[in-house]
């Protein structure tokens, strides 16, 4: 079985200037002229979010690929999420602007391991169901009894796995670990997670909320125990964007998820100060995001433009595609 979402990152030559302003205005017209629609992740640049018809998590441009009607769909995030919307929209062309822009948590969990994992359990006898992430490989969906997100991990744990089976949640040990917290279910964890906020670090975020009085942390489950024990409020990238709109009272937040989160903060919530944590504070008490996802930072707006000009880079359909797509489809859709 071959995991399309294992691909090294590599340098890239540095293109030629192109003004943002230009590429939009090209994006535009190709647009229309290739009847695409694009998609982009909320932890893309924002130029690419300003491009897009949809923007959202994982959860809510899953939903969205499944509707689009255009025949081609440019995907501007990750590997597996461009699989995602091949999988639940087959008949369209699914592009995605960069075939490199993988994930770390996603690599941390291959197929084949997981599939030799699963065997050694079921062999000791153990009778289990397996939840994945959603930043998992299509390969490895395709082994998965359920598929969860951020924003509907506690739900289908409490609600649709059933009582009497143990869980073997993968690839996020952090998510699990919280999940295992708030639903009182214990878990096989398996061990991987984000390269982004896996470099939160607990002491930049007490300096950070030190000198910012009245300060709120907002951080994403994936983040490890000891940031979410600081946080006021846990919770994906759609639900922190509810939240922080929820409150009308001009309020400083302190944001640990990817650096691009702060722009659909700020347009959804503009009354409030958005600060990336963590960041290194310098003397007049300013940060600078050093938590950009380095996949996701693969998109650029060039090669958004590219690839509605050449058809390709492009999602081909992989055999596993039928099984996960029935598990996505049963987790997230249903
Ligand atoms: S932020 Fe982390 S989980 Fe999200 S795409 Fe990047 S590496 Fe993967």
């Given at each position: 079985m071959r995991d399309n979402n294992l691909m090294p990152i590599v340098d890239e030559p540095v293109g030629i200037y192109e003004d943002p302003l230009d590429l939009m205005d090209e994006i535009d017209r190709l647009k229309k002229a290739k009847d695409a629609t694009i998609l982009a992740h909320y932890y893309v640049d924002g130029e690419i979010q300003d491009v897009a018809d949809f923007t959202g998590d994982s959860l809510q441009l899953a939903r969205d690929a499944a509707r689009v009607e255009t025949s081609t769909i440019v995907f501007s995030g990750v590997h597996f999420m461009a699989e995602t919307a091949k999988m639940l929209n087959p008949s369209k062309t699914v592009l995605l602007p960069?075939?490199?822009?993988?994930?770390s948590l996603s690599d941390s969990c291959p197929a084949d391991q997981l599939a030799a994992y699963q065997k050694k359990l079921r062999e000791e006898g153990r009778d289990f169901q397996t939840v994945a992430y959603i930043n998992t490989s299509a390969a490895v969906k395709s082994l998965c009894d359920w598929i969860v997100t951020s924003g509907n991990a506690r739900e289908v744990v409490e609600e649709?796995?059933?009582?009497?089976k143990e869980i073997l949640f993968v690839p996020d040990q952090h998510l699990g670990r919280y999940l295992v917290e708030v639903t009182g279910r214990e878990m096989i964890l398996w061990p991987g997670s984000c390269m982004v906020h896996e470099v939160f670090s607990l002491q930049d975020l007490i300096r950070a909320k030190k000198s910012t009085p009245g300060s709120v942390v907002i951080a994403h489950p994936e983040c490890p125990q000891n940031i979410l024990e600081v946080a006021d409020f846990i919770g994906g990238t759609e639900r922190m964007k509810q939240y922080c709109a929820s409150i009308q009272e001009p309020t400083k937040f302190l944001v640990a998820t990817e650096a691009n989160m702060i722009y659909p903060l700020e347009n959804a919530a503009p009354q409030h100060e958005f600060i990336p944590v963590p960041g290194i504070m310098t003397d007049t008490g300013e940060t600078c995001a050093c938590n950009r996802c380095p996949h996701m930072a693969r998109n650029t707006l060039a090669k958004v433009r590219d690839c509605l000009k050449r058809g390709k880079p492009e999602i081909e359909w992989q055999p596993y595609f039928d099984k996960a797509r029935e598990v996505v489809t049963r987790s997230l859709l249903q």
């Open positions: 960069d075939l490199q822009a993988g994930c649709r796995v059933p009582k009497d």
